[in-house]
């Protein structure tokens, strides 16, 4: 088969699909033959079974070496992405096109920052033996199962007892060093104990699957082996509750501090490096302060214009009172959804597929949810933060006045159409196999760009619109602040939280939610940076291309959502059609104001 047949063959593909997906206009479904002529088939990569192969691959290792910390794991799984990078370097890559060079460069990109976390991950590991030195005792057992390596019942329950004499002689050691005289005492800080609670408690369920596999099938094993493994389970329990209260600090509630997992300079560089974002973090440090700056002068703007003069603080707090009754929330969010889609189609700015529009759906988030994420959530499914009738009575106002109205209007398409949810939407549907070299700067970058854009034509109708829409903007230039200068070790939580309170106008408790969700561990170091950066550099790629008249709105926005997920500096060479070399190292400056 010629190419010419095998682009024809993709684009009638693409078309079936489309049809089945309800990718095309009600019409179009109905009669799609017009539409035929007016369908350009999308250049598909030479590379896709190349890279759904290594996800595939990938994934199955992944479930097989399921320790964390195990230097076993690291071990396959360095052989694993060396191999990989090895068959990827012997590719022809100047026989590929456009789509196919873009795959390659983001492949091998991917491998060698997989093989940079592997490092990671070892010296993480070696800060953990003094808390946790029976990593290799429990991996050995599970990757010993995995093997399916006949199991010796008597010599396990002597493993199982050992490993329940080592960590309460290390729990009394600690005890002993926390009682010691000031000046005296030698013990980790909470940064490596939080590590250290969370490695322990993820060996204790890897423990429990390597018991759960033997015990009652083989009656011997039982017989040998119960008794020791429960006092050990025990063990690992009273450790891990140990740690959290000793040396992390977790109060008698329950609540964690936040404490956080700074990674440093050079792990950020790194982190720059495969985002393939051109700048250093004190660069983007400076690109947030400009833009909290903007975002500050034109509060005061609206300010005046609500006629609180130049006090945005006081007219932010007159925002936050208009908020709905209970229960009138889920309403609001839906006619917030209808009209941002409705501006969206009136101006013709990008392809909305009807099922897009019919498959979302909406869900009150639980109180627990609503202590790290108090705000929306969002995706197919749109999680809704409001007060529940179990709330303490200031927490029911506080989270009332930080989803009034205006911020919520901010918000829903962030969430929803034309972000997140039209994102998953169009993902699954073209180039899915990107997914593999998913970010945060495509991801949350998109939906960012849109509030940029929406604000630059004129959606905010009021003053009180427009100083909704800049609270969150003046959030995401804060979220560049405070956490790449925490990672820096410039800034501590608590500063973080003041930051927020003061200089942004959150709720305390709000704040508090934003910087523990931040500093979790569940979003990586660049995360908070990339909504704005993101933004940032799709927007640069707009007035590159849509401003200079080389594509329509339409064009533009619908190729990144059929691009799939990649760095925003492979969106531009695939929009642009200038493929990327072998040797390819980021060097776009999408800072508009230098």
Same mark, same amino acid.
């Given at each position: 088969?010629?190419?010419?047949?095998?682009?024809? @063959?993709?684009?009638?593909?693409?078309?079936?699909?489309?049809?089945?997906?309800?990718?095309?206009?009600?019409?179009?479904?109905?009669?799609?033959?017009?539409?035929?002529?007016?369908?350009?088939?999308?250049? @598909?990569?030479?590379?896709?079974?190349?890279?759904?192969?290594?996800?595939?691959?990938?994934?199955?290792?992944?479930?097989? *070496?399921?320790?964390?910390?195990?230097?076993?794991?690291?071990?396959?799984?360095?052989?694993?992405?060396?191999? *990989?990078?090895?068959?990827?370097?012997?590719?022809?890559?100047?026989?590929?096109?456009?789509?196919?060079?873009?795959?390659?460069? =983001?492949?091998?990109?991917?491998?060698?920052?997989?093989?940079?976390?592997?490092?990671?991950?070892?010296?993480?590991?070696?800060?953990?033996?003094?808390?946790?030195?029976?990593?290799?005792?429990?991996?050995?057992?599970?990757?010993?199962?995995?093997?399916?390596?006949?199991?010796?019942?008597?010599?396990?329950?002597?493993?199982?007892?050992?490993?329940?004499?080592?960590?309460?002689?290390?729990?009394?050691?600690?005890?002993?060093?926390?009682?010691?005289?000031?000046?005296?005492?030698?013990?980790?800080?909470?940064?490596?104990?939080?590590?250290?609670?969370?490695?322990?408690?993820?060996?204790?369920?890897?423990?429990?699957?390597?018991?759960?596999?033997?015990?009652?099938?083989?009656?011997?094993?039982?017989?040998?082996?119960?008794?020791?493994?429960?006092?050990?389970?025990?063990? =690992?329990?009273?450790?891990?509750?140990?740690?959290?209260?000793?040396?992390?600090?977790?109060?008698?509630?329950?609540?964690?501090?936040?404490?956080?997992?700074? /990674?440093?300079?050079?792990?950020?560089?790194?982190?720059?490096?495969?985002?393939?974002?051109?700048?250093?973090?004190?660069?983007?440090?400076?690109?947030?302060?400009?833009?909290?700056?903007?975002?500050?002068?034109?509060?005061?703007?609206?300010?005046?214009?609500?006629?609180?003069?130049?006090?945005?603080?006081?007219?932010?707090?007159?925002?936050?009172?208009?908020?709905?009754?209970?229960?009138?929330?889920?309403? =609001?969010?839906?006619?917030?959804?209808?009209?941002?889609?409705?501006?969206?189609?009136?101006?013709?700015?990008? !392809?909305?597929?009807?099922?897009?529009?019919?498959?979302?759906?909406?869900?009150?988030?639980?109180?627990?949810?609503?202590?790290?994420?108090?705000?929306?959530?969002?995706?197919?499914?749109?999680?809704?933060?409001?007060? !529940?009738?179990?709330?303490?009575?200031?927490?029911?106002?506080?989270?009332?006045?930080?989803?009034?109205?205006?911020?919520?209007?901010? !918000?829903?398409?962030?969430?929803?159409?034309?972000?997140?949810?039209?994102?998953?939407?169009?993902?699954?549907?073209?180039?899915?196999?990107?997914?593999?070299?998913?970010?945060?700067?495509?991801?949350?970058?998109?939906?960012?760009?849109?509030?940029?854009?929406?604000?630059?034509?004129?959606?905010?109708? @009021?003053?009180?619109?427009?100083?909704?829409?800049?609270?969150?903007?003046?959030?995401?230039?804060?979220?560049?602040?405070?956490?790449?200068?925490?990672?820096?070790?410039?800034? !501590?939580?608590?500063?973080?939280?003041?930051?927020?309170?003061?200089?942004?106008?959150?709720?305390?408790?709000?704040?508090?939610?934003?910087?523990?969700?931040?500093?979790?561990?569940?979003?990586?170091?660049?995360?908070?940076?990339?909504?704005? /950066?993101?933004?940032?550099?799709?927007?640069?790629?707009?007035?590159?291309?849509?401003?200079?008249?080389?594509?329509?709105?339409?064009?533009?926005?619908?190729?990144?959502?059929?691009?799939?997920?990649?760095? /925003?500096?492979?969106?531009?060479?695939?929009?642009?059609?200038?493929?990327?070399?072998?040797?390819?190292?980021?060097?776009?400056?999408?800072?508009?104001?230098?």
């Amino acid at each position: 088969m010629n190419p010419d047949c095998i682009r024809h @063959t993709a684009g009638s593909v693409l078309l079936f699909a489309a049809l089945l997906a309800g990718a095309l206009p009600a019409a179009a479904q109905q009669d799609a033959t017009p539409d035929l002529r007016s369908i350009v088939a999308m250049e @598909t990569s030479d590379l896709v079974g190349v890279v759904g192969r290594y996800s595939a691959d990938r994934e199955a290792l992944l479930r097989r *070496w399921d320790v964390a910390y195990s230097s076993d794991r690291r071990e396959r799984l360095r052989a694993f992405y060396e191999g *990989w990078l090895q068959q990827l370097d012997g590719l022809d890559m100047e026989g590929l096109g456009l789509e196919g060079r873009i795959d390659h460069v =983001l492949l091998r990109s991917e491998l060698r920052y997989e093989l940079e976390l592997l490092e990671r991950e070892g010296r993480l590991a070696a800060e953990l033996q003094s808390l946790v030195p029976f990593i290799s005792t429990i991996a050995a057992l599970q990757e010993a199962r995995r093997d399916l390596a006949p199991v010796d019942p008597r010599e396990a329950s002597v493993v199982l007892q050992d490993l329940a004499d080592e960590v309460e002689h290390l729990r009394t050691a600690l005890e002993a060093s926390l009682d010691a005289t000031e000046g005296e005492a030698t013990v980790p800080s909470p940064i490596v104990a939080l590590r250290a609670a969370r490695a322990v408690g993820s060996l204790r369920r890897d423990l429990e699957d390597w018991y759960g596999h033997y015990a009652g099938y083989d009656p011997l094993f039982t017989w040998w082996a119960e008794s020791p493994y429960l006092v050990v389970d025990s063990a =690992l329990a009273g450790y891990v509750v140990f740690v959290r209260e000793r040396l992390v600090g977790v109060g008698s509630g329950g609540e964690e501090p936040i404490v956080g997992d700074p /990674i440093g300079a050079d792990a950020m560089r790194s982190d720059l490096e495969h985002e393939m974002i051109a700048y250093t973090p004190e660069e983007l440090i400076a690109i947030g302060e400009r833009e909290y700056a903007w975002c500050e002068a034109e509060m005061v703007r609206a300010s005046r214009d609500m006629g609180f003069g130049d006090d945005w603080h006081a007219a932010l707090e007159h925002v936050k009172t208009l908020h709905v009754a209970p229960g009138e929330q889920p309403d =609001l969010v839906r006619d917030l959804a209808w009209e941002a889609v409705a501006f969206l189609q009136e101006r013709d700015l990008l !392809t909305i597929p009807p099922l897009a529009e019919e498959v979302w759906r909406l869900e009150m988030m639980s109180p627990e949810m609503q202590k790290v994420a108090p705000f929306f959530l969002g995706g197919e499914v749109i999680q809704v933060s409001f007060p !529940t009738d179990g709330m303490a009575h200031e927490d029911k106002l506080m989270s009332m006045r930080a989803n009034n109205v205006h911020f919520s209007r901010a !918000t829903v398409h962030h969430e929803l159409i034309p972000g997140h949810h039209l994102q998953g939407f169009m993902t699954r549907r073209y180039n899915p196999h990107r997914r593999a070299f998913g970010t945060p700067f495509w991801g949350e970058g998109w939906a960012l760009y849109w509030e940029m854009r929406l604000w630059d034509m004129g959606f905010p109708a @009021t003053a009180e619109d427009r100083m909704g829409m800049l609270f969150w903007r003046k959030h995401r230039a804060a979220r560049i602040i405070f956490s790449l200068k925490f990672h820096l070790g410039e800034m !501590t939580p608590d500063e973080a939280i003041d930051f927020l309170v003061d200089g942004v106008g959150h709720e305390r408790a709000s704040a508090t939610a934003e910087v523990r969700r931040s500093f979790n561990g569940s979003y990586s170091p660049l995360y908070q940076a990339a909504y704005m /950066i993101g933004g940032m550099q799709i927007r640069a790629l707009h007035s590159e291309l849509v401003e200079s008249g080389q594509m329509t709105e339409r064009e533009f926005h619908d190729a990144i959502l059929q691009g799939g997920t990649m760095p /925003i500096e492979m969106v531009r060479a695939r929009l642009t059609g200038v493929a990327p070399s072998r040797d390819f190292v980021a060097s776009w400056e999408f800072d508009e104001s230098n």
